[in-house]
């Protein structure tokens, strides 16, 4: 179905830059998603006529109530998205449409970078669609901006078409997701829904109830400078201390070298000096034992190369982020259930696989709330070559729309 106002409301919602920051330690990280929140999105919210809408000062979400209009429907559902993009570029994001894609490369701007389905294979799932793209000097924000476009174009076509029956709907638009943080302090009793869904998936037909356990490891390297020329037996180098933990690793156990349910172990970070170095990883596997193992190895490669050093040379400092949500669905399927029924009943093929990343999903269903993840229709998240399809957002809102009017 084609919807009044989502293409328009996508674009307005990207051209903000509402990055997170790691190194803050407020809440949110910056300033950009608290002003996102009340001066865009909470008037949004007001004009569509929601009720109990408010601000949480102490975790940044936005939350509002569309109460139910069929005393029948009973469930309470809620929907999540965030509002924070990734480390990439965000500042002066200017939104391309193409109209009727025919399946050649696409010029973004005057960047000289092209988009091409011989790099990005899944653009001829496209031909023909519209398609929305960077001009090539920044990210796009489709992750989530899409989710949220999506989110307040159902609540709006309820509210124009009052005929449509559905359950009571919450809706959370929360920050710092990118940086692994955002449900942390998540309200579960002020939200208060049976289950919530996050809008915060890729192509059409995600539907992902399995992610990553996670864990980040933190290292520093303390060594000791000398001249070069007389280094022999008292140099020691912290850059080197680093690479030497780095190659005890499992080679082929990266990112780039792993798919489906294989765990990974990613270097994020690798800077110093010889005097000291300091690299971050993160830790991801879907099953519970090799997740515990995979961090038992950091350890036990830190205490060995302390013991050869004679000092507490190599410092790790360790700890979980999240974990796999499927411990807490897997108990009660019925948010995939309906979801799937949903998604069969409009043609979509549901693709029920493992995200290979995050979700603030993962923390809410731990906190108590079975909080699986639905396509928002995003592809190559998280930078230059990001784009999204008109038409499967489109599908993202018939969705919405489906599972509240089924409750």
Do not use: W
Not at 282 to 301: G, L, M, P, V
Not at 330 to 348: F, G, H, W
Request: with cysteine; proline share 4%.
């Amino acid at each position: 179905m084609t919807y009044e106002n989502l293409l328009e409301r996508f674009i307005r919602y990207v051209k903000i830059n509402t990055r997170s920051n790691d190194r803050s330690t407020s809440t949110p990280t910056t300033q950009s998603q608290i002003d996102f929140a009340l001066n865009i999105l909470k008037p949004e919210l007001e004009e569509l006529g929601l009720s109990n809408i408010h601000y949480l000062t102490e975790n940044g979400y936005l939350v509002a109530t569309l109460a139910a209009n069929d005393s029948n429907l009973t469930r309470k559902i809620g929907f999540i998205s965030h509002m924070d993009t990734a480390d990439f570029n965000a500042e002066g994001i200017n939104p391309q449409v193409i109209e009727a894609y025919d399946g050649g490369e696409i010029t973004l701007g005057d960047s000289g970078f092209r988009l091409s389905p011989n790099d990005f294979p899944n653009l001829k799932n496209y031909l023909g669609q519209t398609l929305i793209t960077t001009d090539g000097q920044t990210l796009l924000g489709a992750d989530d901006k899409s989710g949220i476009a999506e989110i307040i174009t159902a609540l709006a076509y309820l509210q124009a078409n009052p005929d449509i029956k559905h359950c009571e709907i919450r809706v959370g638009f929360g920050p710092d997701e990118e940086i692994g943080i955002g449900a942390d302090k998540f309200d579960v009793e002020d939200f208060d829904v049976d289950f919530a869904y996050t809008v915060d998936g890729g192509p059409l037909g995600e539907l992902q109830y399995e992610t990553f356990s996670a864990a980040a490891a933190n290292l520093t390297f303390l060594g000791r400078n000398v001249h070069p020329g007389t280094a022999k037996g008292q140099m020691i180098n912290a850059l080197q201390l680093a690479v030497d933990f780095h190659n005890q690793l499992p080679a082929e156990e990266r990112p780039e070298l792993t798919e489906g349910y294989e765990g990974f172990n990613h270097l994020l970070q690798l800077q110093g000096t010889v005097e000291e170095a300091h690299s971050a990883y993160i830790i991801r596997d879907f099953d519970s034992d090799a997740f515990e193992n995979r961090k038992a190895n950091f350890q036990k490669i830190a205490a060995q190369m302390n013991q050869r050093l004679g000092s507490e040379r190599v410092l790790l400092d360790l700890h979980d982020q999240y974990y796999n949500m499927r411990q807490i669905i897997e108990n009660d399927m019925t948010p995939i259930k309906l979801a799937k029924e949903v998604m069969e009943k409009l043609d979509i093929k549901p693709i029920i696989e493992p995200i290979r990343g995050g979700t603030d999903g993962s923390k809410i269903s731990f906190m108590g709330i079975p909080t699986p993840n639905l396509f928002a229709g995003g592809e190559n998240m998280h930078g230059r070559f990001e784009y999204v399809s008109l038409q499967t957002m489109e599908k993202a809102v018939d969705v919405i729309l489906g599972i509240v009017s089924q409750s």
